[in-house]
């Protein structure tokens, strides 16, 4: 079954990291492409990274490059966003979601039910 489960979210000052992580209770996520979404208070969710199943092939957007990078450890049936120089605009509920396919994929088809990320000013 799968069904992602998101951790490693928390209060954080501005210009610190967290890493978040991503797993699913079922040893299968090594098949998935997984994705980072996020949603602010008030907005729309919003595409922040992604990674292929093997983890030939990623991509960050451009308002987090150079800051978030997304990693995974087939071995360990988990992806990861590592976050660092967080900014208060990076507050978020933090969502992962899965899809099996090959790439990047558009559109993913389990989704976890988020974890909170807080940057404090």
């Known amino acids: 079954q799968v069904q992602p489960v998101e951790s490693g979210g928390g209060l954080v000052q501005a210009g610190g990291s967290l890493r978040l992580s991503c797993t699913n209770s079922a040893p299968i996520l090594s098949s998935y492409a997984i994705g980072w979404f996020r949603q602010a208070p008030g907005k729309e969710r919003e595409f922040v990274a992604a990674i292929s199943w093997s983890g030939r092939s990623t991509y960050i957007t451009d308002s987090v490059k150079g800051r978030f990078t997304i990693s995974r450890d087939n071995a360990k049936n988990t992806v990861y966003l590592q976050m660092t120089s967080l900014r208060p605009e990076d507050t978020a509920v933090y969502y992962c979601?899965?899809?099996?396919?090959?790439?990047?994929?558009?559109?993913?088809?389990?989704w976890g039910q988020g974890t909170q990320v807080t940057v404090s000013s």
């Open positions: 979601a899965a899809h099996n396919g090959v790439g990047i994929p558009d559109v993913y088809d389990y």
